[in-house]
């Protein structure tokens, strides 16, 4: 089964981004690069309900920070574990893709979006 992904989209608040990013310890020292994160694009499956949420950065091996919105305009920055439900290995010796999304995330795996 396969889905779409969804198009929602949202400028990102760019103060709020940046204090997010400099309080992560792995940032420290380095560039930003603040202009590569100028609107957010939900990388869920299409989905009726539920937030709108798009990948920011890396905490540790195993959570993300995430921001997730709604249509209405509400937003939040949130640290979020990682989806464990990686691609069932298909036995042609391919490496099965991980989950990029979050724990317990709306709609289908990213690996079963296109
Ligand atoms: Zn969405
Ligand atoms: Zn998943």
Not at 53 to 70: K, M
Not at 79 to 101: A, I, Q, S
Not at 104 to 113: A, E, F, I
């Amino acid at each position: 089964m396969y889905a779409p992904r969804c198009r929602g989209h949202k400028r990102l608040p760019r103060d709020e981004l940046e204090h997010h990013l400099r309080r992560n310890p792995r940032n420290r020292g380095r560039d930003l690069a603040l202009h590569q994160f100028e609107f957010a694009g939900c990388e869920l499956t299409t989905h009726t309900a539920g937030d709108h949420a798009d990948y920011i950065d890396d905490i540790d091996e195993t959570v993300n920070l995430w921001i997730r919105w709604t249509d209405d305009g509400r937003h939040e920055f949130v640290e979020l574990k990682n989806c464990p439900d990686g691609e069932p290995p298909r036995g042609d010796g391919r490496e099965p893709e991980p989950c990029t999304l979050f724990l317990d995330h709306g709609g289908l795996h990213s690996w079963q979006c296109n």
